[in-house]
Protein backbone atom coordinates (compact mmCIF):
# COMPACT_ATOMS: atom_id res chain seq x y z
CA UNK A 1 0.00 0.00 0.00
CA UNK A 2 1.45 3.66 -0.89
CA UNK A 3 1.16 6.55 1.26
CA UNK A 4 -1.21 8.23 -1.23
CA UNK A 5 -3.48 5.52 -0.69
CA UNK A 6 -2.57 5.00 2.72
CA UNK A 7 -3.38 8.68 3.38
CA UNK A 8 -7.20 8.92 2.16
CA UNK A 9 -7.91 5.96 4.80
CA UNK A 10 -10.11 7.68 7.65
CA UNK A 11 -8.47 7.19 11.10
CA UNK A 12 -8.97 4.28 13.41
CA UNK A 13 -10.14 5.45 16.96
CA UNK A 14 -9.92 3.24 19.83
CA UNK A 15 -12.54 1.76 21.55
CA UNK A 16 -12.04 1.03 25.74
CA UNK A 17 -10.49 2.38 27.84
CA UNK A 18 -6.95 3.63 28.59
CA UNK A 19 -5.48 3.37 32.07
CA UNK A 20 -2.33 5.12 32.51
CA UNK A 21 -0.28 3.58 35.67
CA UNK A 22 2.48 5.63 36.80
CA UNK A 23 3.39 4.28 40.39
CA UNK A 24 3.29 0.36 42.06
CA UNK A 25 -0.71 0.99 42.70
CA UNK A 26 -3.04 -0.51 40.17
CA UNK A 27 -0.26 -3.02 38.44
CA UNK A 28 -1.35 -6.11 40.29
CA UNK A 29 -4.86 -5.28 39.44
CA UNK A 30 -3.95 -4.58 35.81
CA UNK A 31 -1.67 -8.35 35.76
CA UNK A 32 -4.41 -9.74 36.89
CA UNK A 33 -6.95 -8.69 34.09
CA UNK A 34 -4.38 -9.20 31.51
CA UNK A 35 -3.61 -12.76 32.76
CA UNK A 36 -7.68 -13.39 32.58
CA UNK A 37 -7.67 -12.66 29.17
CA UNK A 38 -4.76 -14.57 27.91
CA UNK A 39 -4.67 -12.93 24.52
CA UNK A 40 -3.18 -9.38 24.60
CA UNK A 41 -1.87 -6.85 21.98
CA UNK A 42 1.82 -5.79 22.84
CA UNK A 43 3.86 -2.54 22.38
CA UNK A 44 6.93 -0.05 24.33
CA UNK A 45 7.70 2.71 23.54
CA UNK A 46 11.21 4.56 24.22
CA UNK A 47 12.31 8.32 24.09
CA UNK A 48 13.77 9.07 21.17
CA UNK A 49 17.05 10.05 20.72
CA UNK A 50 18.61 12.54 18.09
CA UNK A 51 22.51 11.80 19.29
CA UNK A 52 24.03 8.82 17.34
CA UNK A 53 25.07 6.31 19.53
CA UNK A 54 23.12 6.71 22.59
CA UNK A 55 19.86 5.41 23.24
CA UNK A 56 17.22 6.03 26.07
CA UNK A 57 15.87 3.06 28.15
CA UNK A 58 12.10 1.73 27.46
CA UNK A 59 9.79 4.30 28.91
CA UNK A 60 6.54 2.72 28.40
CA UNK A 61 5.43 -0.71 28.14
CA UNK A 62 1.79 -1.11 26.50
CA UNK A 63 -0.34 -4.47 26.71
CA UNK A 64 -3.52 -4.04 25.75
CA UNK A 65 -7.18 -6.42 25.87
CA UNK A 66 -10.10 -5.51 23.55
CA UNK A 67 -11.73 -3.59 26.16
CA UNK A 68 -8.65 -2.04 28.11
CA UNK A 69 -5.30 -0.67 27.01
CA UNK A 70 -2.78 -0.62 29.91
CA UNK A 71 0.46 2.34 29.82
CA UNK A 72 2.55 1.09 32.33
CA UNK A 73 5.14 3.75 32.82
CA UNK A 74 8.28 1.72 33.20
CA UNK A 75 10.72 4.67 34.48
CA UNK A 76 7.82 5.46 37.28
CA UNK A 77 7.05 2.41 37.96
CA UNK A 78 10.67 0.44 38.28
CA UNK A 79 11.44 -2.98 38.24
CA UNK A 80 7.71 -5.07 39.02
CA UNK A 81 8.14 -9.03 39.71
CA UNK A 82 4.23 -8.94 38.50
CA UNK A 83 5.18 -7.55 34.76
CA UNK A 84 8.18 -9.72 34.50
CA UNK A 85 6.35 -12.98 35.54
CA UNK A 86 3.69 -11.76 32.83
CA UNK A 87 6.54 -11.25 30.18
CA UNK A 88 8.16 -14.68 30.62
CA UNK A 89 4.42 -16.31 30.91
CA UNK A 90 4.40 -18.29 27.75
CA UNK A 91 0.71 -19.57 28.30
CA UNK A 92 -0.20 -15.51 27.74
CA UNK A 93 -0.03 -14.63 24.58
CA UNK A 94 1.33 -11.24 23.42
CA UNK A 95 0.69 -10.10 20.05
CA UNK A 96 3.29 -7.57 18.82
CA UNK A 97 5.12 -6.01 15.56
CA UNK A 98 8.79 -5.97 16.10
CA UNK A 99 8.46 -7.81 18.89
CA UNK A 100 12.16 -8.96 19.05
CA UNK A 101 13.20 -5.07 19.03
CA UNK A 102 11.00 -4.63 22.14
CA UNK A 103 12.06 -7.71 24.06
CA UNK A 104 15.27 -6.61 24.05
CA UNK A 105 14.88 -3.45 24.91
CA UNK A 106 12.48 -5.11 28.11
CA UNK A 107 15.33 -7.04 29.02
CA UNK A 108 18.05 -4.03 28.86
CA UNK A 109 16.00 -2.34 31.17
CA UNK A 110 14.97 -5.67 33.50
CA UNK A 111 16.83 -8.73 33.36
CA UNK A 112 14.09 -10.78 31.68
CA UNK A 113 13.01 -14.11 29.65
CA UNK A 114 10.18 -13.07 27.51
CA UNK A 115 7.96 -15.68 25.80
CA UNK A 116 4.34 -16.56 24.29
CA UNK A 117 5.09 -13.66 22.02
CA UNK A 118 2.90 -14.01 18.34
CA UNK A 119 5.32 -11.51 15.69
CA UNK A 120 2.41 -9.57 13.80
CA UNK A 121 5.35 -9.21 10.60
CA UNK A 122 5.29 -13.12 10.51
CA UNK A 123 1.69 -14.31 11.25
CA UNK A 124 0.62 -12.22 8.85
CA UNK A 125 2.37 -13.34 5.57
CA UNK A 126 0.22 -16.61 5.49
CA UNK A 127 -2.82 -14.02 4.70
CA UNK A 128 -0.81 -12.35 1.39
CA UNK A 129 0.12 -9.47 3.91
CA UNK A 130 3.42 -8.61 2.63
CA UNK A 131 3.68 -5.20 4.35
CA UNK A 132 6.12 -4.86 7.40
CA UNK A 133 4.54 -1.69 9.00
CA UNK A 134 1.44 -1.80 11.92
CA UNK A 135 0.24 1.26 9.80
CA UNK A 136 0.04 -0.42 6.74
CA UNK A 137 -0.89 -3.90 8.07
CA UNK A 138 -3.77 -2.21 10.07
CA UNK A 139 -4.66 -0.57 6.97
CA UNK A 140 -4.93 -3.52 4.42
CA UNK A 141 -7.17 -5.37 6.87
CA UNK A 142 -9.44 -2.77 8.33
CA UNK A 143 -9.32 -0.07 5.84
CA UNK A 144 -8.03 2.75 8.35
CA UNK A 145 -5.35 4.45 9.26
CA UNK A 146 -3.20 5.03 12.45
CA UNK A 147 -1.62 8.33 12.82
CA UNK A 148 1.55 8.36 13.95
CA UNK A 149 2.15 11.61 14.40
CA UNK A 150 3.06 10.85 18.04
CA UNK A 151 5.64 8.24 17.42
CA UNK A 152 8.65 10.47 18.03
CA UNK A 153 7.45 12.56 20.99
CA UNK A 154 9.01 12.58 24.52
CA UNK A 155 7.36 9.28 26.29
CA UNK A 156 9.41 10.79 29.30
CA UNK A 157 7.18 13.37 29.48
CA UNK A 158 5.32 13.84 32.51
CA UNK A 159 2.52 13.55 32.12
CA UNK A 160 1.56 12.11 29.03
CA UNK A 161 -0.26 13.69 26.93
CA UNK A 162 -3.55 12.43 25.94
CA UNK A 163 -2.42 12.40 22.18
CA UNK A 164 0.52 10.39 23.43
CA UNK A 165 -1.92 8.25 25.55
CA UNK A 166 -4.01 7.49 22.46
CA UNK A 167 -1.69 6.50 20.49
CA UNK A 168 0.59 4.25 22.56
CA UNK A 169 -2.69 2.50 23.51
CA UNK A 170 -3.22 2.08 19.75
CA UNK A 171 -0.48 0.26 18.81
CA UNK A 172 -0.91 -2.39 21.23
CA UNK A 173 -4.57 -2.29 20.41
CA UNK A 174 -3.85 -2.54 16.85
CA UNK A 175 -2.14 -6.05 17.05
CA UNK A 176 -4.31 -7.56 18.85
CA UNK A 177 -7.42 -6.41 16.96
CA UNK A 178 -5.43 -7.86 13.77
CA UNK A 179 -5.00 -10.93 15.29
CA UNK A 180 -8.62 -11.29 16.21
CA UNK A 181 -9.90 -10.25 12.72
CA UNK A 182 -7.38 -12.90 10.73
CA UNK A 183 -8.18 -15.62 13.42
CA UNK A 184 -12.01 -15.03 12.65
CA UNK A 185 -12.19 -14.39 16.26
CA UNK A 186 -14.87 -12.80 17.98
CA UNK A 187 -14.27 -8.98 18.72
CA UNK A 188 -17.20 -8.27 20.82
Known sequence: MDS???NTLPLCSITGRIIVIDSQVGVDAAIAELRREGLIGFDTETRPSFVKGFRYNISLLQLATRTTAY???LQMIGRHDGLKEL???????KVGLSTHDDTRALQRWMRCAPKGFIELQQYVKPFGIIEMSLQKIYAIVFSERISKSQQLSNWE?????PAQC??????AWACLRIYYKLENKPWE
Do not use: G, H, Q, S
Request: aromatic share 8%; charged share 25%; net charge neutral.
Open 166 to 171: KYAAID
Open 71 to 73: LFR
Open 87 to 93: LEDPMVL
Open 157 to 161: LNPLT
Open 4 to 6: KTL
